[in-house]
Structures are given as C-alpha cells and as structure tokens.
C-alpha cells in the first residue's frame, strides 16, 4: 500500500545562519500508510509540533525531502493547497477561533473549498454531531461565550468538516476534562475504526497506546523510536529513560511477567489484557 507520509532523511533548521540558529528536526525518517494511526511522543523541546507543521505544508524541510498525500511539501506552489488533504488541529486551537457564530466557524474551511452552501451546511452538522454538538441553536451563538471545552469541539469540528485525508492533532487532549477527553477519544477511536489516516501528538503514552498502529519518539530533534505499539514494549529501557507509563492493564499484565507466571506480555490493548489475564486465571485456578 502506498505511503500517505514518506520522510526521508528530513532536517530542520530554525533561522539558519543568524545567532538564533537552532536545529529543531534532525534526519527523520518516518512512513505511514493509508488508515494507520500515528502516535508521536517526546519531552518538550523535541521537535514534536515541528515535525507535525511539516505534515500540512506550514514549514518545508531544511534538507531532506517529505511527501504528504503524494504531494512533495517541499515545492511551494504544490504544497500551499496541502491543508485540503492534510488537516492540522493545533494546540489549544479555541484560542483561534475568529468567526461571528459557531457555524461560520466550522463552515470557513469548506466553503474556502468552493464548495455549495448546501454542501457545507451537511459538512458542518456532520462535524458538529461528530464533536458531540447536537443542539441546533447552538449553531448561532458566538464562539466566544463558550466554555473553553466547547470551544475545543468548535474548532476541531472545523477540520473535521474540510474531510482531509489525514488528521494531525497536536496535543488535543491538553487542558480537557474527564468527559471531553472520553468523548476526543471516542472520535479518534471511530477515525482508526473507519481506516481514516491520524497523527496524534501527546506527551502520554497511555492516552494513545489503545488506538495507535505506529509510535515515534521525538528527543532533541531525532527520532529515538519509530515503530509499532508491540515493538515499543519490549524495550523496556526506552519506557524508562523517558517516563513513559504504562496503562494500568498493562502493569498487571507485566507484573505477573516479573513474578515468574506464564503470561503473554505482547500486548497493545485492554481487551487483549483481558483475554489473557481471563486466560492465566482459567489455567491457574485450580493451583491457587
């Protein structure tokens, strides 16, 4: 299947040649495929969102070349239509809301596709019932006297409205309660569920381990890990030098490891957890 991401070799510099000089990405070289879910971690300062401004054309490599949805970002006339294919949510994205009313808000991006006003209103209810906004009246109010969670739904409703090819989301879940990031969740699970291409940023490894194909480890610049959920576990010096915690399924799994019981430890996800813990305490009840 072909790549819907290729970096190769990427590099970045911030201000080259001046005072400020600062090397911000340093060869990377990631690949993702149509429908996989990308997770991409790392201490502040890694290069996290500027690896993820790349993905839509807002920054072009120093050096090194990187395609997007077929389209080489590194040309500008080719890569300035980018944000139609590849959506960007920054962080804290309510803090750029600037249209009258919720609708508007959710509306620029396809009625700058030139699409009919019939279209983008389908677009724009879809996006909002997709975010968990359901009340029509809702449409007319003003951004602005929302609370700041609601706000978040608005503008990632926004992208989600354009339809892009791939969704990247940088640090989405930040500053979110309980219920708004169950419900953040439960979108970006329906995304991985419909093969619909994601790259998530975050700095919590359990946030994103139960719905990523492929982890990247961003420090200072370099990629320190790039692979699946699966390979990541089984380095376990990797987990500890960053202070990445496991969820809680997986803690228990791994301690039962450490204790000496046969117990399969390649596990990504809460239901696999539970088949094999259901599975060891089948096998070992009668020996308790």
């Known amino acids: ?28 070289n990631i690949s993702l495929t149509k429908g996989e879910f990308l997770g991409i971690l790392g201490p502040n300062g890694s290069g996290k969102s500027t690896l993820a401004q790349h993905f839509n054309g807002l920054i072009r490599p120093t050096s090194g070349h ?9 040309d500008p006339k080719l890569s300035k239509d980018l ?9 804290y994205p309510e803090q750029q809301i600037f249209q009258v009313t919720v609708f508007d808000e959710v509306a620029y991006g396809p009625r700058n596709l ?8 389908e677009r724009v209810y879809d996006a909002l019932r997709q975010v968990g906004i359901n009340q029509e009246n809702i449409n007319q109010l003003s951004p602005v006297t929302l609370s700041g969670g609601m706000r978040r739904r608005v503008a990632i409703a ?14 989405p879940m930040a500053g979110l309660d309980a219920a708004g ?30 719905i990523t194909d492929k982890i990247a480890i961003l420090d200072s610049g370099s990629i320190i890990f790039f692979g699946d959920v699966k390979d990541l576990l089984m380095k376990p010096e990797i987990l500890g030098r960053y202070q990445l915690e496991l969820p809680e399924y997986l803690q228990v799994v791994y301690r039962l490891a450490e204790k000496g019981f046969a117990i399969k430890t390649d596990i990504s996800s809460m239901q696999e957890a539970s088949e094999e813990i259901l599975r060891f305490l089948q096998e070992n009840k009668h020996g308790a």
Request: glycine share 6%; with cysteine.
């Open 1 to 28: 299947m072909p790549a819907v991401v290729e970096t190769n070799h990427l590099s970045y510099t911030y201000l080259p040649g001046s005072v400020y000089e600062h090397q911000a990405l340093k060869d990377i």
């Open 66 to 74: 990187m395609t997007v949805c077929g389209i080489p970002t590194s």
């Open 83 to 91: 944000w139609k294919k590849a959506g960007l949510v920054f962080q």
């Open 114 to 121: 030139g699409l009919p006003e019939t279209e983008v209103a």
């Open 158 to 171: 926004g992208m989600l409205a354009i339809q892009p090819e791939i969704l990247i989301l940088d640090e």
């Open 181 to 210: 990031r169950k419900l953040l969740s439960d979108i970006l699970k329906k995304r991985h569920e419909k093969k619909e291409t994601t790259v998530m940023i975050s700095h919590n490894l359990k946030e994103i381990m139960a």
